[in-house]
Nanobody, 125 residues
Framework: QVQLVESGGGLVQAGGSLRLSCAFSGDTFNHYAMGWFRQAPGNEREFVSAITWSGGHTYYEDSVKGRFTISRDNAKNMAYLQMNSVKPEDTAVYYC??????????????????WGQGTQVTVSS
């Protein structure tokens, strides 16, 4: 059974940086694309970023382009989200998800096969 465990969340000031990590176990990591979603209080879970199985292609929601960078290390079964120049509106619980190949619907929450428990990111102004 696949398990995903996020870490790295916390409290950060606006303009600062944070790196989220997602540890994958229970299957072959490079058989899955990895995505990051977030959910703020009162809002639905929304797409943030995704990376393909080999890491060759990345995708971002418009509001985080140029500020966030997704990456993965297939040797370590890890995915990351580097968050720079964070803003108060980035405050949310961040979830990593695993999407089994060859599914390429990276931005659709319901397509993901597995989810982590989430990690809270709070950006103070």
């Amino acid at each position: 059974q696949v398990q995903l465990v996020e870490s790295g969340g916390g409290l950060v000031q606006a303009g600062g940086s944070l790196r989220l990590s997602c540890a994958f176990s229970g299957d072959t990591f490079n058989h899955y694309a990895m995505g990051w979603f977030r959910q703020a209080p009162g809002n639905e879970r929304e797409f943030v970023s995704a990376i393909t199985w080999s890491g060759g292609h990345t995708y971002y929601e418009d509001s985080v382009k140029g500020r966030f960078t997704i990456s993965r290390d297939n040797a370590k079964n890890m995915a990351y989200l580097q968050m720079n120049s964070v803003k108060p509106e980035d405050t949310a619980v961040y979830y990593c998800g695993a999407l089994r190949a060859p599914n390429m619907r990276f931005e659709t929450e319901s397509e993901y096969d597995y989810w982590g428990q989430g990690t809270q990111v709070t950006v103070s102004s």
